[in-house]
């Protein structure tokens, strides 16, 4: 019988950039359909070519936690410097943003919740994970990190890497079976 290590967190940077891509996504949405958090910006505040200087950063991201988990730590000015247009009155919106971000993340509304949120998921997706290795005689060569983000990543749909794996809350509740089949797909 195969036994593996999953490990899972509600990953501080990934879920800020979760929050900076709903405020973009915001800017251009009708009132009813606005995804949290909610800022008016000035057009000018964003990056030409946001999009893909999210993508970017967000694959770096992924790529500096999975080389080590203990990278998992807001890069605020980093983000900044990437993402947005940079003059005094961007820096000041910015930092009420990043401000904005922390307050919730630290509550019990935030981080907590989000981990917590999945706790049942986690551990149904562990079982399955294991008879699944199990059909297929398969052992795991490192520790499965899961890391739960409260929002979909509009961007691109495909998990980081077979070991390092980002989904949000939606995708572990409407979405498990693609995730359980993405993951058998990127391990065996």
């Known amino acids: 019988m195969n036994s593996f290590v999953m490990r899972t967190d509600a990953s501080t940077s990934l879920n800020f950039l979760i929050y900076i891509q709903n405020i973009f996504l915001n800017q251009n949405r009708k009132a009813n359909k606005f995804k949290y958090p ?6 000018s505040f964003f990056k030409p070519n946001f999009e893909n200087r999210f993508k970017t950063l967000w694959s770096d991201v992924c790529q500096t936690i999975d080389k080590d988990v203990s990278n998992d730590f807001l890069l605020g000015d980093f983000y ?43 551990d149904l997706l562990y079982q399955d994970l294991k008879i699944l290795f199990d059909k297929y005689n398969f052992s795991p060569e490192q520790v499965i990190s899961v890391y739960v983000i409260y929002d979909d990543y509009v961007f691109e749909t495909r998990l980081a ?18 995730l359980l089949g993405e993951i058998e797909k990127m391990l065996i």
Do not use: C, M
């Open 80 to 122: 900044y410097q990437e993402l947005f247009n940079s003059n005094e009155e961007n820096l000041q919106k910015f930092n009420e943003i990043r401000q904005s971000f922390q307050i919730w993340w630290d509550s019990l509304a935030g981080q907590f919740s989000i981990e917590r949120s999945i706790d049942e998921q986690r």
């Open 161 to 178: 890497t077979p070991y390092f794996i980002v989904a949000s809350i939606n995708t572990f509740y409407i979405h498990y079976k693609n």
């Open 38 to 43: 909610n800022f008016t910006l000035s057009p």
